[in-house]
């Protein structure tokens, strides 16, 4: 299993993919990995490349409030690009996730949480609203990690149940 927090740490809230790796790291059980990366597409794909589950976390600019939450999975249909239009990264995490998906390469899970943020200034600070945000998301990632490996545990279970 992979946490990867996405984003540039001196960019204001696109900060917070790296905060919630780091709080999630603290936290995580053995078996999970746990990555800060600056979100460049393919480097997403060849860091998710082999594993089962993955939940990347990074800063989005959807419209919504400072601090709104998305949960997206990937398996669910395609990840809408406006959601990291004004992202710093070269090719954006849709465009990687769309393009793992043509090339039959995502994981077998794949989930995305976007933190609306407001400030992607040069220098800035994380807003007080993201800050928060960033704390209820590190919760969420955990449950998931904690609802995967359940997952994981049955689905074994029943194959070594076989003959």
């Known amino acids: 299993m ?3 927090g996405i984003g540039n740490p001196y960019r204001g809230d696109d900060a917070v993919g790296f905060l919630v790796a780091q709080r999630v790291r603290e936290r995580a059980p053995d078996g999970v990995t746990v990555l800060q990366c600056p ?12 594993a089962d589950a993955v939940i990347l976390v ?6 919504k ?3 709104s939450v998305y949960r997206l999975d990937a398996h669910e249909g395609p990840i809408p ?8 990264h070269a090719f954006s995490v849709a465009e990687a ?3 793992a998906r043509a090339l039959n390469q995502l994981p077998s899970r794949l989930v995305i949480y976007g933190i609306e ?17 960033a704390q209820r998301v590190v919760e969420r990632v955990l449950k998931d990690i904690d609802s995967f490996q359940h997952a994981s545990v049955r689905f074994a279970k029943r194959c070594t149940s076989f003959p």
């Open 65 to 67: 409030a400072p601090g």
């Open 117 to 133: 943020g407001r400030d992607f200034e040069a220098g800035g600070e994380l807003s007080h609203e993201v800050a928060k945000a």
């Open 81 to 88: 690009a406006n959601f990291f239009h004004y992202s710093t």
């Open 39 to 50: 979100g460049e597409g393919v480097a997403l794909m060849e860091a998710w490349k082999g």
């Open 97 to 99: 996730v769309e393009l």
């Open 2 to 4: 992979l946490v990867i």
């Open 58 to 63: 990074d800063a989005v600019h959807a419209g």
